[in-house]
């Protein structure tokens, strides 16, 4: 399955690995990945995770970033169905709990260059296909030239 989606991946986007210096003359854009409460929060009675905290922290300023820039940010929200399981993982993030929110990045819902992806997969390439076999990930990048 991975690599069938890795091929449909690279038909859709060619995208060459490899290093690149950003400047001016170069289009970029964010893509946020499992930013919500149900991997981010740590349980209560634990000690905050330092190492999760930075991270949305960072992605916070990333994301901040790019919206001042007008730049196009893409985030992959986890939402899932209750009745809908998704092994080998337990229930998580589930549709309408804490767990599927960001409220570090609610205010990307209001930023016109922003689009977030409520996704019900472990895969958000596959999480973002439509049922008219669109894909909406894939539109983004084409639409956004990046």
């Known amino acids: ?35 919500v409460n149900g991997f981010c929060t740590v349980d209560a009675a634990i000690q905050p995770d330092e190492q ?8 916070v300023k990333l994301a901040k970033a790019f919206s001042e820039k007008q730049s196009p940010v893409f985030v992959f929200l986890d939402s899932h169905h209750p009745d809908i399981l998704e092994p080998p993982y337990p229930p998580h993030c589930i549709i ?20 977030l992806r409520r996704k019900d997969c472990i895969d958000g390439f596959l999480g973002s296909i439509e049922k008219d076999g669109s894909n909406v ?10």
């Open 96 to 115: 309408g709990t804490p767990e599927s929110e960001v409220p570090a990045l609610q205010w990307l819902e209001n930023e016109p260059n922003a689009t």
């Open 52 to 59: 999760i905290s930075s991270m949305v922290d960072e992605s």
């Open 1 to 35: 399955m991975v690599s069938t989606t890795r091929q449909l991946l690279k038909s859709e986007l060619p995208v060459d690995e490899g290093s690149l210096l950003l400047n001016g003359d170069v289009k970029t854009s964010l893509v946020l990945v499992g930013v």
């Open 137 to 146: 990930f894939v539109d983004w990048v084409k639409n956004n030239d990046v």
